[in-house]
């Protein structure tokens, strides 16, 4: 009987025993063992499959308790159909994660050197954030091996890699082609931080309170928390069953005085209106709200970009050009009420 030390010390064996299993071969499918026959007949190949694709970590750190149970919860099920005869893959893999590990870069980098991405260059850039994402990876995998994990690392996969790069590629054309998909302009989630667009899914919502400003547009009162983003505004909306606006009519023309001088405003009505907030009546920017620009799109409308991808002012805002929004908001607010734009703030 084969002696084992009290407390157990999983050092003292299991990197042995895993080292065993990774020589067997039995983690790839096609080096698992023929299937014995109950009767004494002649072994026969295992036929039918058994695939798991391990969700890739993300490479931005270390592996955390969630991660483990997900691993021993797939090990368990891929080791019990293994031991059923089926012919198993357990595919691993990590995620480059590219905002979130873009981001974990420059703040190291900055944090040790006192430098931003711009300093260093594109080209140093992405091998750094190559060193930092594979340092990261050789780390996740190695924890993967230390859980016991079954995975066939003959297939170890990589969502930056060529093979997973070109098939993305490939995939997309092949949707265009099919006329699956198009490219065209719409507004997108834009980091002037990170300087790239942000998906749906990336992007954290967080409630705070902001000044609500009421200010005069022609004949109407309209009600933004981002006066800087209204220079471009020269469509007013209103909900065709309003009756405070009743006499107005879509497509109606009218003069009025704004923020940097008199503009032509064309009426639209659109039901997306919510009449209880604000005033019921609302300006659309396109280019920097998303239910604007469905709005401009429905009816055809121009869209006109005020801010650029610094978050910086753009000629538009005529005084204010090159201004960030930041700096540029009390400033705009104080003119507003120099023109007596401004009805009140909440």
Not at 100 to 120: F, N
Not at 231 to 240: E, S, T
Request: some cysteine; aromatic content about 10%; charged content about 30%.
């Amino acid at each position: 009987m084969a002696d084992f030390s009290k407390p157990y010390d999983p050092k003292a064996s299991e990197g042995e025993i895993y080292k065993l299993w990774l020589e067997s071969g039995f983690f790839t499918p096609e080096r698992l063992p023929l299937l014995r026959q109950s009767s004494g007949g002649q072994a026969s190949e295992r036929k039918e499959p058994f695939t798991i694709i391990m969700p890739p970590p993300n490479v931005t750190g270390t592996l955390h308790v969630g991660h483990a149970l997900m691993l021993v919860i797939q090990d368990a099920l891929i080791r019990f159909e293994r031991m059923r005869g089926k012919k198993t893959l357990w595919l691993p893999g990590a995620d480059h994660a590219a905002i979130a590990t873009q981001a974990k870069v420059e703040e190291i980098i900055y944090k040790e050197e006192g430098k931003t991405k711009h300093d260093l260059g594109r080209e140093e850039f992405l091998r750094r954030v190559e060193e930092y994402a594979q340092k990261s990876r050789d780390t996740i995998v190695n924890q993967i091996k230390k859980m016991g994990s079954s995975c066939d690392w003959t297939r170890e996969a990589y969502t930056l890699d060529e093979p997973r790069s070109r098939a993305v590629r490939t995939a997309f054309k092949r949707m265009y082609d099919d006329g699956l998909i198009y490219r065209g302009a719409r507004i997108v989630n834009w980091d002037p931080k990170l300087q790239t667009t942000v998906s749906d899914d990336e992007i954290e919502w967080k409630e705070e309170r902001a000044p609500f400003y009421y200010i005069k547009y022609g004949p109407f009162t309209i009600a933004t928390a981002r006066p800087e983003t209204k220079f471009g505004d020269k469509y007013v909306v209103i909900h065709p069953d309003d009756p405070r606006y009743a006499e107005y009519q879509d497509g109606q023309k009218l003069e009025v005085e704004w923020i940097n001088g008199k503009i032509t405003a064309t009426v639209i009505k659109d039901e997306v209106v919510d009449r209880e907030f604000g005033t019921g009546v609302m300006t659309i920017t396109p280019w920097h709200d998303a239910t604007d620009f469905e709005i401009a799109r429905r009816h055809n409308l121009d869209k006109e970009q005020i801010i650029d991808f610094e978050g910086k002012l753009l000629p538009i805002a005529g005084e204010f050009n090159g201004m960030h929004i930041k700096k540029a908001r009390p400033l705009i607010v104080e003119k507003l009420k120099e023109k007596g734009l401004l009805v009140k703030v909440d």
